[in-house]
């Protein structure tokens, strides 16, 4: 396969099966921490995206519906430049015509050859299975096979015990926030709570909610990046009930949200010697250029 390479270095955020692994977390905590010293752009597929037009650089004014949620929330979280287009070199290219970076992350694409990389970083879940017993897709949740996690640059297991060579990410969260006005409470402070979810991985949004004190009063799970309809909402959730989700279902509820209604919103930690490790070999990519 022919590969296209940036100018600047290209890491590579992915996953060996689909979805909930924490890539996206990942991205803005590491593009958060490399822009003190560089000047970082993310690009990503824009996953249930609808542009007719591709690549798009994000901005204030762009849609959930243009370029998916995911974009959307590394833009807010991060004020990098985040490009997004199904061809990823189209997005690394708009990028370089608009700003002068030092460095590229992409938030998923590690089976996306057609982009040269200089750096891999493999999420795992938690999984005492690990990748047992699993079939490719689209008989199953399989990209690729496992002998993939002998080549990358980094894995790292989202939360649990890391083994030999691997580096643990854990999740930490504190408050519930509104999504009207910004204001802040403890989530177990809410009342008659309603938790929904439309991540690929809802069991683990469930499982923080708890581990914060919250028992939900009922759980509605929709489909992986669901455009949430406001009709919808209001017929399930009722005027006294707090509505609690992520806050990357957050973003596509922001237009109609109701003052009772909250995110949890996800921020990502390791251990000081893990960190040094994973930002000493990042920086070794400029001295080997």
């Known amino acids: 396969m022919k590969k296209w390479k940036a100018p600047v270095p290209v890491i590579i955020i992915g996953n060996l099966t689909v979805g909930g692994n ?13 822009k003190k010293k560089f000047f970082v752009a993310v690009i990503s597929r824009g996953y249930s995206g609808k542009s007719k037009n591709y690549p798009i650089l994000v901005n204030n004014n762009t849609s959930y519906q243009e370029v998916g949620d995911e974009p959307i929330l590394i833009f807010k979280k991060t004020s990098v430049p985040v490009a997004v287009a199904p061809k990823r070199s189209d997005a690394v290219k708009l990028i370089l015509k608009k700003h002068n970076v030092d460095l590229i992350i992409s938030d998923d694409g590690l089976q996306h050859y057609a982009l040269a990389r200089d750096f891999e970083i493999l999420m795992i879940n938690n999984d005492i299975h690990r990748f047992e017993n699993r079939s490719f897709l689209p008989l199953e949740l399989m990209r690729e096979g496992t002998q993939r996690l002998r080549s990358v640059d980094v894995v790292i297991i989202n939360q649990g015990v890391p083994k030999k060579k691997e580096l643990c990410m854990r999740v930490k969260t504190k408050f519930a926030i509104n999504i009207i006005d910004e204001s802040k409470v403890f989530p177990k402070q809410l009342n008659k709570i309603v938790a929904i979810s439309g991540i690929a991985n809802p069991d683990r949004f469930f ?19 669901y455009f949430f309809l406001k009709k919808e909402l209001y017929k399930m ?46 920086q070794k990519l400029f001295k080997a250029r």
């Open 207 to 225: 499982s923080i909610l708890k581990k914060n004190g919250v028992i939900p009063i009922k759980k509605i799970i929709f489909p992986d990046h």
């Open 22 to 34: 924490g890539k996206t977390p990942l991205v803005i905590w590491l593009t958060n921490i490399l």
């Open 237 to 282: 959730i009722k005027n006294d009930e707090s509505l609690i989700m992520t806050e990357k279902d957050a973003i596509k509820c922001q237009s109609f949200a109701r003052k009772n209604w909250w995110f949890l919103p996800i921020d990502i930690e390791f251990d000081k010697k893990s960190q040094s490790f994973l930002l000493e070999k990042i």
